[in-house]
């Protein structure tokens, strides 16, 4: 009995068995560069709003590639295209301004995640409108190249407007590399948010606004504690702050810090409105010894964070000050923190730790701790 082979040739498999296959070519420019205009079919295929992609076009260096994407590529993806990554980054050629010239970011109507890395300003501003309009987007990064020369109105009312005017983005990421006012008359449904520049008197601010927040990472500079508040469509009136006395924020168990000048008794003012955390840490630059102290991070733990199961203190920097020359006194107080921290200690030895102190010179230490199981 002999048997007879048949022969099948790539047009033969079912769309579905092909749109299998286009999922597993990435990047997907080799779908494009393989199959587009070979037929009806095919690009009607190609086309599926099925088919999902995913682009970062940051790595291009080739601004003919990057070109090819803009002009070939993305104005058949409106319906398909449901992450994107944009850098300015190259130093060979400016991507979002030359997207801006071929595409408009609101006709993707599918974007979930966008990612827009050392945007101009006028470049984010231009793109404010379409972003607000995808109703789809779920994650946004926004990485400011350079907010000097942009007034604190602009940065403001750009800033607000993205954490409160979009009712589908839950993770938002600004780095503007300066510090902006949060308008009283926001409010957010984000889950997840990072800011890289926020004044310690903005966080109660913050909190109180992004009640949904399960993570918040933030970098908090003090300087603005000396001057007063404004609000950002008037310079001359003052901006009323919430404080933190009757705020719990109960969906918070995420917290990391940057500080920059503040005290342990500003970071206990701020965990005391977060009793469900799971994982704490900071990081930064203090002139406060006490954080050095693991009795009196014991007593916060005990009494405000009763769930905290992770704590992490990554390279905090501690001035001493300008006579900390002797190095006597500089082993005794490494030698106090490491016992403040250590295995025989009743509270901080029950825990699996790694701590690590050491002096940078001229007059700082620096403090690492890692604590978990709390």
């Known amino acids: 009995m002999s048997s007879i082979i048949s022969i099948s040739k790539f047009e033969d498999l079912s769309d579905d068995i092909l749109m299998d296959i286009f999922d597993l070519l990435c990047p997907p420019v080799y779908i494009y560069h393989s199959f ?8 009607r295929i190609i086309n599926d709003s099925r088919l999902l992609i995913s ?9 003919l590639n990057f070109a090819y994407h803009c002009q070939i590529m993305l104005p058949n993806m409106s319906k398909q295209l449901i992450s994107l990554r944009l850098s300015n980054e190259q130093n060979l050629y400016e ?4 997207f801006l010239l071929h595409l408009r970011l609101g006709n993707f109507h599918a974007l979930r ?5 050392q945007i101009t300003f006028d470049q984010l501003r231009r793109m404010l409108a379409d972003i607000l309009s995808l109703n789809k987007l779920v994650r946004l990064h926004i990485d400011m190249f350079d907010g000097s020369g942009i007034s604190s109105n602009e940065l403001n009312l750009i800033a607000n407007t993205l954490i ?26 984000l889950t997840h948010l990072t800011l890289d520049a926020c004044a310690s008197s903005d966080i109660p601010q913050l909190l109180s606004l992004c009640s949904n927040l399960t993570s918040l990472t933030i970098k908090v500079e003090q300087s603005r504690r000396r001057y007063p508040l404004f609000n950002i469509t008037n310079c001359d009136q003052q901006l009323p702050r919430h404080n933190l006395s009757s705020l719990i924020c109960s969906s918070l168990t995420n917290f990391s810090i940057d500080i920059n000048d503040l005290t342990l008794s500003d970071i206990k003012y ?8 799971d994982y704490f840490r900071i990081e930064g630059l203090t002139y406060d010894i006490d954080f050095s102290k693991g009795d009196l991070w014991e007593k916060i733990f005990e009494n405000q964070t009763k769930k905290l199961k992770q704590f992490d203190m990554t390279g905090l920097r501690i ?3 300008n006579n ?10 490494i030698n106090q923190i490491n016992h403040s921290f250590g295995s025989s200690h009743k509270y901080w030895g029950k825990y699996w730790s790694v701590y690590q102190t050491h002096k940078l010179r001229p007059n700082h230490v620096n403090l690492t701790l890692h604590a978990k199981n709390l």
Do not use: C, T
């Open 164 to 189: 409160n005017k979009s009712n589908s983005i839950k993770f938002l990421h600004l780095r503007f590399n300066r510090e902006f006012v949060i308008s009283e008359i926001a409010s957010s449904s």
């Open 95 to 98: 991507q979002i301004k030359i």
């Open 113 to 117: 995640q966008l990612s827009l890395i």
């Open 270 to 277: 701020f965990l005391s409105s977060m009793p469900y955390l």
């Open 324 to 333: 900390a020359d002797d190095d006597d006194d500089n082993l005794n107080l």
């Open 319 to 321: 001035w001493l000050g």
């Open 55 to 63: 682009l970062d076009l940051s790595h291009l260096i080739n601004p």
């Open 36 to 43: 587009f205009n070979l037929n009806q079919r095919l690009n």
